[in-house]
């Protein structure tokens, strides 16, 4: 039974409650308003119900005394309302009565306030005054009663429209703060959060828009410093590798010159590849535009490259982009799959897209999550061989392109996370308007004409 009502719990707890600042504020400043008027109504209540009660009290005191005068000088009761030893007199006043002087009191009796007023007189005898509080002043009471009523609904909206006002405001520049910090992280360095919070009033969120533009700033000089860093480096390999590679090819024939030459190989292929992710991370890179016949261009550039890998065309498309680097990320996805997965390899051809599968294990679930990083082969099952930049510099020439590379694995329908993979997908989204030489974006025409 436990364990049956324990798995609920969990999930409510596991359950992630996402609420806007603006009605949390709102909520905020709601309660405080409501706490504030029930106490304020409260005290205004009963200082307006006592003031109302020592009013009638007072006034029963006087009635009482002009009576005794009157009883004094005539020996009879001859005031309204007043009585001659009344049998209904509190015990309470009776005894102090004893005391010879006069008395009040007021009480509550069934939801009325009883008022009573006492005097003895020479004879021995009690005059009494006895009444309830006046129907004006109960419906006055009731009146005041209904205002603090409406005063307080009337202050908790108020209240809860002016959080909502504030928090929308707070609001509407934190999340034009987090747009520009995301397109920032996006790599756009020519965007500022200060800027694009705008607004003339100055307080903790202009203070972090700052502090989010210095850490920008801050991180964006140590990646082009490590960017520069790394071109010159590679570009300093470049002069040395090549006359390695030339003396190698020079060695006498055998075993020893041919591994010679396959790890000068393999290390001028790494600084070309360096060098190229240095190149494209500058964002200096720009596509050189020409119309293509997507599925005839990739039919010829992958039987050139691999004739075993079969390519099918299901729908056929003329798209304006660069041929250079659109067979240079179209290598490196064949490159990845043949090296990481298993045959049979598929390429197929639809439109703009461009979608190739292996049978192997899988991509590794780091590379899913964060898409591809340099010098990081995958996993176990996929690694072993290259340096890891084959996808990196796929990304990249994708995005000079302005294109969109994705990476998903295969699984049967119905299969949980932990079953293996039965294969890899990579998919190149080629887009409707290319890039220009500016690498920037030609505007969209209007839908429907202008008027």
Known sequence: MWGFLRRPMLRMERMDLRTGLRWKLSAAIALVAGLVAIVLSLVVHNAARVSMLDNARQLANDRVQIAQRNYELNRRPNFPNIKLDDPDLPDALRE????????????????????????????????????????PSAEMLNDLDQALIIGSVSVVLGGSALGVLIGGQLS?????????????????????????????????????????????????????????????????????????????????????????????KAMRTLVEDVLE??????????????????????????????????????????????????ERVLFNLLANAARHGRPPVEVTVEGRVIRIRDHGPGFPEELLAEGPSRFRTGSKDRAGQGHGLGLTIAAGQARVLGARLTFRNIRPAGSPPHNPAEGAV??????????????????????????
């Open 426 to 451: 990579a998919v190149l989204w080629l887009p409707e308007h290319a890039p220009t030489a500016t690498g920037s974006y030609p505007m969209l025409p209007l839908s429907g004409g202008s008027s």
């Open 277 to 326: 992710v240095a190149r494209l991370d500058g964002a200096s890179e720009r596509a050189e535009l020409q119309d293509i016949m997507l599925g005839e261009f990739v039919t010829r550039r992958v039987a050139a490259k691999n004739p075993d890998i079969a390519v099918q065309v299901v729908h056929e498309s003329e798209v304006t982009t660069d041929p250079r680097r659109l």
């Open 96 to 135: 102090k009565l004893e005391e010879g002087r006069m008395v009040s009191d007021v009480s509550d009796h069934a939801g009325r306030a009883d008022i009573w007023a006492a005097v003895p007189v020479k004879d021995g005898h009690v005059l009494s005054y006895h009444s309830h509080l006046p129907d």
């Open 172 to 264: 509407r520049r934190l999340r034009k703060a987090a747009a520009a910090a995301n397109m920032v992280a996006k790599g756009e360095t020519d965007v500022r959060v200060r800027e694009a919070i705008g607004g003339v009033v100055r307080d903790e969120t202009d203070d972090l828009a700052r502090a989010v533009d210095a850490m920008a700033d801050a991180l964006r000089q140590r990646l082009e410093a490590e960017r520069r860093v790394t071109a010159d480096i590679a570009h300093e390999l470049r002069t040395p590798v090549t006359g390695l590679l030339t003396a190698a090819e020079l060695l006498p024939p055998g075993r020893p010159t041919e591994l010679v030459l396959d790890r000068a």
